[in-house]
């Protein structure tokens, strides 16, 4: 074994502030996840428990295997918007009948589970995931189709849901919906395009148009339950394949249906001899080791050091390009190479060795693992001239054309090509999560300012007018709040730039899973995959 030693000073000043810092980052992220987790508030589940019905939380919690993590996606979808924090929606990764599944879930407190802009892209999310890992999608639905006065920015995308769970089917790849209450007008189309489709008896109701639509459409007198009820679609339409009592009863349904998939993984897991030995070192102080100050560097390998099995870590080319930790080690017992950053700055050294490592791992199916702290390229006259562009477009390619997956951790910066480089959101990786002290933007806040002064100035001269300085502060002052406000994590996980911000010392939990997920599908790298290379 090749441990890597650890020179952490838990007992030091710097780590008892930076530990600090993250404790702080993380007690305003669980305010913001209590917000997703409360729903539509205290008024509205009390409402809906009253009527006998389940959360959305609970029905998924009652519908994975007992004792098995759920993998909780995009939690902080719609934050700093004017809709619900989480969307109105609930999505994951968890195991039913020992098969991984992606599971969304429609949370009914709020706005009856209309769904709203970041809904639709929420749920899109969980379908790209659900197909580039090859996961079996369980849609548990209670919603009252989309939110009609925000239907402009829906009703176009929104096709994208019914042929998601088309090409999911045409690719193999099983959907099964639980319909507990209202699923109409585009909404009736979720269980008309699963494979499976489970109804709860006189709570589902699913029809293109309700009632009052049919009454004003065509005249016809109708009712809930002969329009779309459960027992009519189990006896007539036959669109329900299976008719539940109740909740429990359709959940336990949902389960039968995904035990007779005879579903297999396309990998296999690890087995005795890939045995995943902890690491060496307590997680617990993954937090203290980023600053507070992301300009302050860092050491990776501590954070390596925390995540691996073992602590055991076989590093490539450590005397070249030094800003840069390449490796090979086992997580949870699946090989991975690790791409981490070092020093912040990406140099040509750098972006040739990270080319050279993906090509390998692509050529050992081994997949990728990204661990951001990067303020981008470096630039200045010797590095142009030493050609950075062309190395870090030859980087960049080797990440685009690579084909074993990639999962992506934002530990710190992560701003400009850098973060393309490293396999940022752009480029696909199967799964891509923050921790609470990352940021992310092209540039950093002061840096971004300063360009933006260094060209007003150059405009004034040019003009053969004064330049105001009092005004140039004032600019420089709101546009790096404005950008500081807009590099945080939960602002981008708002937007699902990420999959979702994680506590650091989840970090090794939640790679492991996603490594799981992915060896649902074939992992196999691209052989000569890869564009041109410039010398």
Same mark, same amino acid.
């Given at each position: 074994m090749t441990?890597?030693?650890?020179?952490?000073?838990t007992?030091g000043?710097?780590?008892?502030?930076?530990?600090?810092?993250?404790?702080a980052?993380?007690?305003?992220?669980?305010?913001?996840?209590?917000?997703?987790?409360?729903?539509?508030?205290?008024?509205?589940?009390a409402?809906?428990r009253?009527?006998g019905r @389940?959360t959305?939380?609970e029905?998924v919690?009652?519908?994975?295997?007992?004792?098995?993590?759920?993998?909780?996606?995009?939690?902080?979808a719609?934050?700093?918007?004017?809709y619900t924090v989480?969307?109105s929606?609930?999505?994951?990764?968890?195991?039913?009948?020992?098969?991984?599944?992606v599971?969304?879930a429609?949370d009914?407190?709020?706005?009856?589970?209309?769904?709203?802009?970041?809904?639709l892209?929420?749920?899109?999310?969980?379908?790209?995931i659900?197909r580039a890992?090859?996961?079996?999608?369980?849609?548990l639905?209670e919603s009252?189709?989309a939110?009609?006065?925000?239907?402009?920015?829906?009703?176009i995308?929104?096709?994208?849901?019914?042929?998601d769970?088309?090409?999911?089917s045409?690719a193999?790849?099983?959907?099964v919906?639980?319909?507990?209450?209202?699923?109409t007008?585009?909404?009736?189309?979720?269980p008309g395009m699963?494979?499976?489709v489970?109804m709860?008896?006189?709570r589902?109701?699913v029809?293109?148009g309700?009632p009052p639509?049919?009454?004003?459409?065509?005249?016809e007198? =109708?009712?809930?339950?002969?329009?779309?009820g459960a027992?009519?679609?189990?006896?007539?339409?036959g669109?329900?394949d299976h008719?539940a009592?109740?909740?429990?009863?359709a959940l336990?349904l949902?389960r039968r249906?995904?035990?007779?998939?005879?579903w297999r993984?396309?990998q296999?897991?690890p087995?005795?001899?890939?045995?995943?030995?902890?690491?060496?070192y307590d997680?617990d102080?993954?937090?203290?080791i980023v600053?507070g100050?992301?300009?302050?560097?860092f050491?990776?390998?501590?954070?390596i050091?925390?995540?691996v099995?073992?602590?055991d870590?076989d590093e490539?080319?450590p005397c070249y390009g030094?800003?840069?930790?390449?490796?090979w080690?086992?997580?949870h017992g699946?090989p991975?190479?690790?791409?981490?950053?070092a020093?912040?700055v990406?140099?040509?050294?750098? =972006?040739?060795?990270?080319a050279?490592?993906?090509?390998?791992?692509?050529?050992?199916?081994?997949?990728?693992?990204?661990?951001?702290n990067t303020?981008g390229? @470096?630039v200045?006259?010797?590095?142009?001239?030493g050609?950075i562009?062309?190395h870090?477009? @030859?980087?960049?390619?080797?990440?685009?054309?690579?084909?074993v997956?990639h999962l992506?951790?934002?530990?710190g910066? =992560?701003?400009?090509a850098?973060?393309?480089?490293?396999c940022?959101?752009?480029?696909?990786?199967?799964?891509l999560?923050?921790?609470?002290?990352?940021?992310?933007a092209?540039?950093?806040?002061?840096?971004l300012?300063? *360009?933006?002064?260094?060209?007003?100035?150059?405009?004034?001269?040019?003009?053969g007018?004064?330049?105001d300085?009092?005004?140039?502060?004032?600019l420089?002052?709101?546009?790096?709040?404005?950008?500081?406000?807009?590099?945080?994590?939960?602002?981008?996980?708002?937007?699902?730039?990420?999959?979702?911000?994680?506590d650091p010392?989840d970090?090794r939990?939640?790679?492991g899973?996603?490594?799981?997920a992915v060896?649902?599908?074939? *992992?196999?790298g691209?052989?000569g995959?890869?564009?041109v290379?410039r010398?």
């Open positions: 441990v890597l030693p650890s020179a952490l000073d007992a000043p710097g780590y008892a502030a930076n530990r600090a810092a993250m404790l980052k993380l007690a305003d992220l669980g305010t913001e996840h209590a917000k997703a987790v409360a729903g539509g508030g205290e008024k509205y589940t409402r809906h009253a009527r @389940m959305a939380r029905r919690e009652s519908l994975l295997d007992p004792d098995t993590p759920f993998l909780e996606l995009s939690p902080l719609a934050w700093g918007s004017e989480g969307a929606l609930v999505t994951g990764i968890g195991v039913v009948e020992g098969v991984e599944c599971i969304t429609n009914p407190t709020v706005r009856g589970g209309a769904s709203n802009p970041w809904t892209k929420k749920a899109l999310r969980a379908n790209e659900a890992n090859r996961l079996p999608v369980i849609s639905v009252g189709g939110d009609l006065p925000s239907q402009k920015e829906i009703f995308p929104g096709g994208g849901l019914f042929r769970l088309t090409r999911l045409a193999g790849i099983p959907t919906a639980v319909v507990f209450g209202n699923s007008a585009g909404g009736a189309y979720v699963s494979d499976h489970i709860v008896k006189e589902a109701k029809f293109l309700g639509l049919v009454k004003v459409a065509t005249g007198e =109708s009712d809930d339950e002969s329009l779309g027992g009519m679609h189990a006896r007539v339409s669109l329900a008719f009592v109740d909740e429990l009863d336990r949902a249906v995904v035990a007779r998939l005879n993984k396309a296999p897991d087995g005795p001899a890939e045995r995943a030995e902890p690491p060496l997680e102080e993954l937090l203290g600053p100050d992301l300009k302050e560097p050491d990776p390998r501590e954070v050091a925390r995540i099995d073992g602590s870590f490539f080319k030094a800003s840069l930790v390449t490796g080690a086992r997580l699946y991975v190479g690790v791409l981490a950053n020093q912040g990406l140099f040509s050294e750098e =972006s040739q060795k990270a050279q490592f993906i090509q390998l791992a692509n050529q050992r199916d081994i997949p990728l693992v990204f661990l951001h303020t390229y @470096m200045g006259r010797a590095y142009e001239q050609g562009i062309k870090g477009a @030859m980087m960049i390619n080797a990440v685009s054309n690579s084909k997956p992506s951790v934002l530990m910066a =992560s701003y400009g850098g973060h393309y480089g490293m940022g959101r752009a480029f696909d990786p199967r799964f999560f923050a921790w609470p002290s990352a940021k992310s092209v540039m950093g806040p002061q840096q300012a300063g *360009v933006l002064s260094i060209v007003a100035r150059a405009s004034a001269a040019a003009k007018q004064p330049y300085e009092e005004a140039d502060a004032a420089r002052a709101a546009v790096e709040r404005q950008i500081e406000s807009e590099s945080l994590p939960v602002f981008l996980s708002g937007r699902l730039y990420d999959d979702g911000v994680i010392r970090t939990t939640v790679l899973l996603c490594l799981s060896h649902n599908a074939p *992992v196999q691209a052989r995959g890869f564009g290379f010398m």
